[in-house]
C-alpha cells in the first residue's frame, strides 16, 4: 500500500494537505505525474469537492507539491482547476513544473563580446557631428578593423567605431591587439567608453578611457579594466590638433574581446554557463532557490571551456533561453528538482538503473533497432569568428578523447629483425645495425649521401579506404647530427597526394616515438621518412614502426565515412569549434537505445546498491541511463544495452511509469543552430 500526499501553498504563505487541511476526507483521484529532461512537468488529480464554494487552495499558480510513501518527486504550480457540475461535482487540479518559471520573465543580458561585426561608424550614428568625425573607418573584412587617416591636412578631428550597450552593464573590461602606421606622433589611439555616441562631445565625467596613446608604437596588446560601464565603446583615432600629415596614418584592430562584468582574466574569458545560469535566474526566476550546491563549475568537472562570445546587442529572452544558450556547448543536464533547485552537471556516462527481459512487470518497445540513420564518425563545422571571417573545423571520432585504436595489418619488416628487405631507398643508404635499436635485435639506419639527404619508403598494406590509420615510428639521430629536417610522410598508392606529414624530432641518445594519422585513399599507401641535412654520414635509426586503425564506432569499423555539416553563425573561436564538433560526435558516433519501456511497480533495481526503485522515483530520474540486460549493443556486441530517460508519466491508480528512451542526438545542433539564428537576427 502506498501513501500519496498533495500540499499546496495558499496565498497567506500557509502549506496545506489536500484532503486533511481543507476540504477533510475528500482525497485525490486519478493521480497521474510526468517529468521530463528539465524536471517535473505535469501532475493532475480529481478531487470531488463542491464546484460552486470558494477553493482558496485551487486558485491559479497556487505552488503544488507530491509526495509518494514520504519521498517529495514532483512540484511545480497549479495552472488551471476545471471543474463539473454533472451527477457528481469534480475539479480536476492541473499543474505544471518549476521549469516552466523560467519561461515568465524575458530579459536582456550581455556578458562576453569577441565580435568586431557589430561595431559602426560613429558617423552612422545620429547624434555625431560630421564636420568633427572626418575620418575613413574600415568595418571587419579579412579580420581587420581599420580607423585611417590618407595623407592631407585635418582641423582638430576624430575618426572612429563605436558598439551601442543593450542588456546589461557596458564593457568594463576589454582586449584589443592592434597594430599602427606608427607615423603620427601628435595623434592618439583611444579606446573608451562614453555615455554618448559622439565622443567629441562628452566630458570627463561621461568618459571611461581603456586606452589614450601616441600612434608611435608599431603594435600592441592592451588588457584594461574600468570601474564605470559606459552605453557606448569606441575605438578612434583622435587628431587633437589637427595638422598636415606627410603620410597615412591608421590603427588597425586584429582581435577583440569586451566583457560586461568582470568575465576575464588576462584578457581572456573566464565565463562558465554556471555563472550565466544563477545570474538569470536571481534576476528573473525568482521563486526557484537560490541554492547553488547543483550548479557545478564546469572546470572542476573536466571542461575547462570558458564561453567566448555571449552578444553585446542582446534581444529579450527568457532565463531558459539564455541558460540553453550558455550551455548549448556542453551538452550537460540541466533541470529543477522538486525542492526548486537547479541542477547543472555533466551527463551521466553509465547506467544508475537495471531492468531484465525476465523481470516481470515491465515491457520495452524498441524503436531504434539496427537503425543507422544518425550515425557519423565526421563533422566540419562551419561557424564565424569575431571578425566576420568563416571557419571549418574537421574533426574525426579519431581526433576526440576515448578514441579507439587496434592493430591494423603491419608494414614488412617492422623493426629489422633480419635485413631490410620492404624497404625502398630513395637517397643515402640503409643498413641493419644490432649495436644500436629500440626492439631487439636491430634497428634500420639511414646514412645521409653527400648531399646530405636520406629517405627510404615501404608500403602500408591491406588498408581500407576512407578508414583513419595511424602510423607509429620509434627514431633517434646521431649525436653530431647537421641534420635540420626530418619528415615522416604518408603518401596515396600511386605517390601522387600527400596524405599527411609529420615533422620527426631530433631526438639524441634515445628513441623518441612519433606518430603520423591519415585516412587511406588506396588499398595501400606510402610511408616516406626522409632526412635533410647538410653533411654526409648523419645518421637516423628508425625501429618498432607499427600500424593502428581506428575502432572507435560501428562506421569506423566497416570502413565506412559518414560526414555531418553542422553550421551555426555563434561566434566561435577555432578551439570553441573544436569542442563543438567533439560534443557532437561524442553523441553521434555510438549506437542510441530509443524506445519506449513500460515498468510496473518495484521492478526495477539500482546498479550499484541493488535496491528495488519505487514506481514513483522515476519522476526523479530523467536524464539519468537505464541497462537492459538483456540487449546487445550494436558497436560492440557486448550484453546490456543502456538509454537515457527522456520521459517518465506516472500512474498512482497502476503503481507504473512509462518511460520514454530517447538521447536527443538532434537536440545538440537544433539548439546550436537556432541560437546562431537568433544571434544573427538581433546584430
Same mark, same amino acid.
Given at each position: ?330 551538452? =550537460? /543536464? +540541466? ?5 526548486? %533547485? ?6 551521466? !556516462?553509465? #547506467? *544508475? ?69 620492404? =624497404? /625502398? +631507398? ?5 643498413? %641493419? ?6 626492439? !631487439?635485435? #636491430? *634497428? ?240
Amino acid at each position: 500500500m502506498h501513501s500519496h500526499e498533495i500540499r499546496v501553498q495558499v496565498v497567506d504563505g500557509t502549506w496545506e494537505t489536500i484532503g486533511v487541511d481543507r476540504g477533510r476526507g475528500v482525497v485525490a483521484e486519478g493521480i497521474s505525474a510526468s517529468s521530463n529532461d528539465w524536471g517535473s512537468d505535469t501532475f493532475s488529480c480529481t478531487l470531488k469537492r463542491d464546484v460552486h464554494a470558494a477553493w482558496p487552495d485551487m486558485t491559479a499558480f497556487t505552488p503544488l507539491e507530491y509526495s509518494v510513501n514520504g519521498m517529495k518527486v514532483w512540484s511545480g504550480f497549479l495552472v488551471e482547476a476545471p471543474v463539473s457540475d454533472g451527477a457528481e461535482h469534480e475539479i480536476t487540479l492541473q499543474a505544471k513544473g518549476w521549469h516552466y518559471h523560467l519561461d515568465d520573465d524575458p530579459l536582456r543580458r550581455s556578458y562576453v563580446t569577441n565580435t568586431m561585426t557589430e561595431f559602426m561608424d560613429v558617423r552612422s550614428h545620429p547624434t555625431a557631428a560630421l564636420g568633427v568625425w572626418v575620418g575613413q573607418p574600415t568595418l571587419p573584412s579579412e579580420g581587420l578593423l581599420t580607423i585611417f587617416y590618407p595623407r592631407g591636412t585635418y582641423p582638430s578631428c576624430y575618426a572612429g567605431v563605436l558598439v551601442e550597450q543593450v542588456g546589461g552593464p557596458g564593457i568594463q573590461a576589454c582586449r584589443l591587439d592592434w597594430e599602427t602606421s606608427a607615423n603620427a606622433a601628435g595623434m592618439l589611439f583611444v579606446v573608451a567608453g562614453c555615455d554618448i555616441a559622439d565622443y567629441s562631445a562628452s566630458v570627463a565625467a561621461q568618459q571611461s578611457n581603456f586606452l589614450a596613446q601616441a600612434v608611435s608604437v608599431t603594435s600592441g596588446i592592451t588588457v584594461s579594466t574600468t570601474l564605470t560601464a559606459r552605453r557606448f565603446f569606441l575605438i578612434m583615432l583622435v587628431y587633437p590638433g589637427g595638422g598636415t600629415l606627410n603620410a597615412d596614418v591608421w590603427i588597425r584592430v586584429t582581435n577583440f574581446q569586451g566583457y560586461h562584468g568582470w568575465w576575464s582574466s588576462a584578457g581572456n574569458s573566464i565565463l562558465y554557463p554556471d555563472e550565466v545560469i544563477k545570474d538569470v535566474r536571481d534576476r528573473n526566476a525568482p521563486l526557484l532557490s537560490k541554492s547553488n550546491t547543483k550548479i557545478l563549475y564546469p572546470p572542476t568537472h573536466g571542461s575547462n571551456f570558458p564561453i567566448p562570445d555571449f552578444g553585446s546587442r542582446a534581444a529579450y529572452l527568457t532565463p531558459r533561453e539564455y541558460i540553453q544558450k550558455a550551455t548549448a556547448m556542453y551538452d =550537460w /543536464t +540541466v533541470k529543477v528538482d522538486p525542492e526548486k %533547485r537547479i541542477e547543472f552537471r555533466p551527463r551521466p !556516462t553509465t #547506467a *544508475s538503473l537495471e531492468l531484465g527481459a525476465s523481470w516481470s512487470g515491465s515491457f520495452f518497445e524498441d524503436a531504434s533497432a539496427n537503425s543507422g540513420d544518425d550515425l557519423y564518425n565526421k563533422v566540419i563545422i562551419e561557424a564565424v569568428k569575431s571578425d566576420g571571417s568563416v571557419i571549418d573545423i574537421v574533426r574525426t571520432t579519431a581526433d576526440g578523447v576515448g578514441s579507439v585504436f587496434s592493430a591494423a595489418s603491419q608494414v614488412t619488416n617492422p623493426s629489422f629483425d633480419t635485413n631490410v628487405t620492404g =624497404w /625502398t +631507398v630513395n637517397a643515402g643508404t640503409l643498413t %641493419r645495425d644490432t649495436a644500436k635499436f629500440d626492439s !631487439t635485435p #636491430a *634497428s634500420g639506419r639511414m646514412t645521409t649521401s653527400a648531399g646530405g639527404t636520406a629517405e627510404i619508403e615501404c608500403v602500408l598494406p591491406n588498408q581500407i579506404p576512407g578508414r583513419t590509420y595511424t602510423v607509429t615510428i620509434r627514431n633517434e639521430v646521431s649525436a653530431s647530427t647537421a641534420i635540420y629536417r626530418l619528415l615522416a610522410t604518408v603518401l596515396n598508392a600511386a605517390e601522387t597526394r600527400n596524405l599527411s606529414t609529420i615533422t620527426l624530432g631530433n631526438d639524441i641518445g634515445a628513441f623518441a616515438t612519433n606518430s603520423i594519422t591519415y585516412v587511406a585513399e588506396n588499398t595501400t599507401q606510402v610511408l616516406l621518412v626522409n632526412a635533410v641535412g647538410t653533411i654526409s654520414s648523419d645518421i637516423l635509426w628508425i625501429d618498432s614502426v607499427s600500424v593502428t586503425t581506428n575502432r572507435s564506432s560501428l562506421l569506423d569499423k566497416r570502413g565506412r565515412v559518414r560526414t555531418h555539416v553542422l553550421s551555426t553563425s555563434l561566434a566561435l573561436t577555432e578551439a570553441a569549434a573544436q569542442v563543438v564538433a567533439d560534443t557532437f560526435l561524442r553523441i553521434h558516433s555510438k549506437s542510441q537505445l530509443k524506445g519506449s519501456l513500460n515498468v510496473e511497480n518495484n521492478m526495477a533495481r539500482e546498479v550499484l546498491t541493488g535496491r528495488q526503485v519505487p514506481a514513483a522515483e522515476w519522476l526523479l530520474l530523467t536524464g539519468e541511463r537505464v541497462r537492459l540486460t538483456d540487449k546487445r549493443d550494436p558497436d560492440t556486441g557486448d550484453l546490456g544495452r543502456e538509454g537515457v530517460i527522456k520521459h517518465v508519466h506516472y500512474s498512482a491508480e497502476r503503481n507504473s511509469v512509462s518511460v520514454t528512451l530517447d538521447n536527443e542526438r538532434t537536440n545538440f545542433e537544433a539548439l546550436l543552430s537556432r541560437l546562431g539564428a537568433r544571434l544573427a537576427t538581433v546584430r
